[in-house]
T-cell receptor
Framework: GAVVSQHPSRVICKSGTSVKIECRSLDFQATTMFWYRQFPKQSLMLMATSNEGSKATYEQGVEKDKFLINHASLTLSTLTVTSAHPEDSSFYIC?????????FGQGTRLTVV | GDSVTQMEGPVTLSEEAFLTINCTYTATGYPSLFWYVQYPGEGLQLLLKATKADDKGSNKGFEATYRKETTSFHLEKGSVQVSDSAVYFCALTPSSSASKIIFGSGTRLSIRP
């Protein structure tokens, strides 16, 4: 199947700094990618839909100025958590669709201290 | 809104035991139903799916049947192996939006040798 690579897998940052997470489709082009967030013992929640060459579409309640999404090419979407705070600590996962099937990255564990 | 509820884990079984992980859903219309699996250190992978009522999805010895009358999609395997240890997510895509995935909270499964 298609491969989606996410980097980094773990990151620890200080409160107030920004963190960038990359999501790449390695063997296919993805005009649309999705970003999810998972709190402990809870569901993966869709944060936003990343559209190549245009603005991302954010789900209700997600701050677009805090979670900046850039989809500059058909194989790369980035999520930047700006001015991170401890409550942003979570597990972030990206996905892309190929041939109607969703493929997921390995996820990024973000810890803000 | 649409939602998925699955049994809480962790679930611990001995090798060769029978496995059931319960999943029920709430959705309008006719959603597609999925089971995803996440092995340690890896991204989510599609395990099986069913797109209409009474369909049975199967893969790697796992099965799940789309039951519209009980709004359920329980995952079963007759004889589990240590290599089945992972986190299992039940999910759906609404009939109105095939690209949006709604996940359950996940069930961690551990198999003892």
């Amino acid at each position: 199947g298609a491969v989606v690579s996410q980097h980094p897998s773990r990151v620890i940052c200080k409160s107030g700094t920004s963190v960038k997470i990359e999501c790449r489709s390695l063997d296919f082009q993805a005009t649309t990618m999705f970003w999810y967030r998972q709190f402990p013992k809870q569901s993966l929640m869709l944060m936003a839909t990343s559209n190549e060459g245009s603005k991302a579409t954010y789900e209700q309640g997600v701050e677009k100025d805090k979670f900046l999404i850039n989809h500059a090419s058909l194989t790369l979407s980035t999520l930047t958590v700006t001015s991170a705070h401890p409550e942003d600590s979570s597990f972030y996962i990206c996905s892309a669709t190929a041939n109607t099937e969703a493929f997921f990255g390995q996820g990024t564990r973000l810890t803000v201290v | 809104g649409d939602s998925v509820t699955q049994m809480e884990g962790p679930v611990t079984l001995s090798e060769e035991a029978f496995l059931t992980i319960n999943c029920t859903y709430t959705a309008t219309g006719y959603p597609s139903l999925f089971w995803y699996v996440q092995y340690p250190g890896e991204g989510l992978q599609l395990l099986l799916k069913a797109t209409k009522a009474d369909d049975k999805g199967s893969n790697k010895g796992f099965e799940a049947t789309y039951r519209k009358e009980t709004t359920s999609f329980h995952l079963e395997k007759g004889s589990v192996q240590v290599s089945d240890s992972a986190v299992y997510f039940c999910a759906l895509t609404p009939s109105s939006s095939a690209s949006k995935i709604i996940f359950g909270s996940g069930t961690r499964l551990s198999i003892r040798p």
